[in-house]
């Protein structure tokens, strides 16, 4: 059965989607069965994949309301070995529309679990911010991946997302778990990306991962283009990078 892992940060511009879809594409050139989960209304991880999430009938948004399954909104084969289940700016309406709704915390989950079995890995890529879509990520997922950006604020509020995946685990979800850090944005040109890496590691119990994702001008480009960075650039250091961090996932799983 598949393992799932959250992306979540409530910080903007770590490197979510970043690393969702890269993360995602990079397990699937492993020959790993991917499923990519975009909680995030701004729907960047969709058209990350390529997809014109405007023209979608089905999308995370119409499934949360019951409007649609799993199977009706899923996208099979984005690129090989990924389906999605895309998003949309319809989705930041769902939060007022779920409210009184039986149970909302485990609307994901239980349509994720008619499939899950099907994936080696499921991937959700939360928004940037601690929300209802992000408690159903947490409910639905085994495990949560932190990007940490690395910058003078990267410690500001990761206290508060450990305080909220420890809520989830003793209220909603006690199998969740901490899969660990990664650090993203990396410029070994500046001290500043060494000393927060070193503060990081003297501040934070859990587990951090060896790849660190640099600073990368083609992982920038890829998703204008519609591609993951493996490709759009497989010989770039962001591919090389991300390609690392999925042999770590896959021995961590």
Excluded at 40 to 63: A, C, H, M, R, W
Excluded at 76 to 105: Q, Y
Excluded at 167 to 173: C, F, G, I, P
């Amino acid at each position: 059965m598949g393992k799932a892992i959250a992306i979540a940060n409530q910080k903007g511009g770590v490197g979510k989607t970043t690393t969702a879809i890269n993360l995602s594409s990079c397990l699937a050139a492993k020959g790993k069965k991917v499923m990519v989960v975009d909680t995030d209304p701004q729907g960047n991880t969709t058209s990350g994949f390529g997809v014109e999430k405007n023209d979608l009938d089905n999308t995370i948004y119409e499934l949360m309301l019951g409007e649609c399954s799993v199977k009706d909104c899923l996208i099979s084969d984005v690129i090989p070995n990924v389906s999605l289940v895309p998003s949309n700016v319809n989705l930041s309406a769902a939060e007022i529309e779920l409210i009184g709704i039986n149970k909302k915390e485990y609307i994901l989950r239980d349509e994720v679990d008619y499939v899950k079995e099907q994936y080696d890995f499921i991937i959700i890529d939360c928004p940037p911010s601690l929300n209802m879509l992000t408690i159903n990520a947490l409910t639905t997922a085994d495990t949560v991946l932190v990007p940490i950006q690395c910058e003078y604020y990267a410690l500001e509020g990761l206290s508060q997302l450990i305080h909220t995946i420890n809520l989830v685990k003793a209220r909603l979800n006690p199998k969740l778990k901490m899969e660990g850090v990664v650090f993203t944005m990396y410029d070994a040109r500046t001290n500043l990306s060494m000393q927060v890496v070193e503060n990081v590691k003297d501040n934070l119990s859990q587990y951090i991962y060896k790849t660190i994702i640099p600073r990368n001008i083609r992982l920038a480009e890829a998703p204008s283009y519609g591609l993951p960075i493996n490709l759009y650039d497989a010989k770039s250091t962001g591919a090389e990078a991300y390609m690392l961090l999925a042999d770590e996932v896959i021995a961590n799983a």
